[in-house]
């Protein structure tokens, strides 16, 4: 059936457990019973402020514990879930799951604390995309702001005024705005006048080879410009993928906002967040 749909007969899926081959339409059906058997899970990664290193947010990723296939990465389903339409169900959930989170930690651990969602484009295209981040912020009663959503400039390609409407109409609900993997796709930089944004996260592949000792390379004129871009059109500068203290460092020198990273600390699961604000906080103070 798989052939007869023209989409390829298997493909090869690695989950971090396992490696075996799975029939695309297996796959999808595991796929369409992830939400109902609850497969699905969040975990979370800091956003920490350069100023004083507190955590302004964490970033919600979603995981699948399959119970054959073990833990999928969302680089492998969520282009399934893309192509699939199934992403419609996941996103929501993840929206819905995201706030609810927290609003409880609102309650436990941190009242100023932000949850950053990623949203998919095709997510983004949907007619009721706004409506039900409406909904998600009324169910869980968090104030929005404390609400940003991750979008990418490849999901404003196809139609840019429509992207910018959509993003207008999220900014009105109160939200904030966050642009992911800065750097790697095609929009034009003179759309960005035009998009409401709050948050410019500069792709990890421009913070990988910075150091202290290279101030000229490419990466770090580029890193550089984009900063000095985000404080022309005030907006904050997070940089990605930080994973040494030299790093850190040299997006420190350069006046970048916030960092996120392996060496600030890695996606946790809920249970652990709370944990890791102790540990932190201890360790900074
Ligand atoms: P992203 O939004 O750019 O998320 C950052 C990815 O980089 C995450 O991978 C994170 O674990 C990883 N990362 C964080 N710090 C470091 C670091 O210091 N070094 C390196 N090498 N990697 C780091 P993850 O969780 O596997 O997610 C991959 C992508 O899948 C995400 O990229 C995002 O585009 C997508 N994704 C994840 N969760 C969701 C979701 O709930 N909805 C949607 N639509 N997409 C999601
Ligand atoms: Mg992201
Ligand atoms: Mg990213
Ligand atoms: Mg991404």
Redesign the pocket.
């Given at each position: 059936r798989a052939k007869e749909k023209g989409r390829g007969e298997w493909e090869f899926f690695k989950g971090e457990m396992n490696e075996f081959k799975v029939e695309r339409l297996t796959m999808e059906s595991f796929l369409r019973h992830a939400i109902s058997k609850d497969e699905l899970s969040?975990?979370f990664?800091p956003q920490i402020s350069l100023d004083d290193g507190k955590v302004i947010a964490l970033?919600?990723?979603?995981?699948w514990n399959h119970p054959r296939l073990g833990i999928v990465?969302?680089?492998l389903f969520?282009p399934l879930?893309?192509e699939t339409g199934l992403?419609g169900h996941?996103?929501r959930w993840?929206l819905n799951e995201?706030c609810r989170q927290l609003k409880k930690w609102h309650e436990t651990i941190n009242s100023e604390l932000s949850i950053s969602?990623?949203?998919?484009g095709r997510?983004f295209q949907k007619l009721d995309f706004v409506y039900e981040v409406k909904e998600a912020l009324q169910r869980s009663k968090i104030d929005p702001r404390f609400l940003h959503l991750?979008l990418?400039e490849s999901m404003m390609v196809e139609n840019v005024q429509y992207g910018i409407n959509i993003m207008r109409e999220l900014k009105e609900l109160g939200i904030k705005i966050s642009i992911?993997?800065f750097g790697t796709g095609y929009s034009s930089l003179s759309y960005l006048k035009d998009f409401p944004i709050d948050i410019l996260?500069i792709?990890?592949s421009f913070i990988?080879n910075l150091s202290k000792s290279d101030h000229n390379s490419t990466d770090a004129a580029i890193v550089r410009a984009i900063i000095t871009m985000c404080k022309g059109l005030s907006v904050t500068a997070l940089a990605?993928?930080?994973?040494t203290k030299q790093q850190l460092l040299v997006l420190k020198d350069y006046g970048c906002d916030h960092v996120?990273?392996?060496?600030i600390g890695?996606?946790v699961c809920a249970a652990e967040v709370e944990n890791l604000f102790h540990t932190y906080h201890t360790k900074s103070s």
């Open positions: 969040l975990y990664q970033e919600a990723l979603v995981r990465s969302p680089g969520i879930a893309e992403i996941i996103g993840v995201a969602v990623n949203v998919s997510q991750e990418t992911d993997d996260k792709d990890q990988r990605e993928g930080v994973e996120q990273g392996f060496f890695k996606p």
